[in-house]
């Protein structure tokens, strides 16, 4: 690779970390708590399905 060319990698990237690193007013904010609890009750109810379908 010449030293004229760009790869592009690092500088196309700028960017997104720039767009995704503000915090907009309107923004969705969910507390990482009730991410976790979802989750977890989501777990339950997929494994409580499968043992009433076997």
Known sequence: MSSGQNSGGL???AGL???FDSEGR???RINPKS???FGALFGV????LN???V
């Open 45 to 48: 109810l997929v494994v409580m």
């Open 17 to 19: 970390v720039r767009y």
């Open 26 to 28: 309107n923004a969705i």
């Open 11 to 13: 500088m196309s990237s």
């Open 35 to 37: 991410v976790m609890a």
């Open 51 to 53: 043992a009433l379908t």
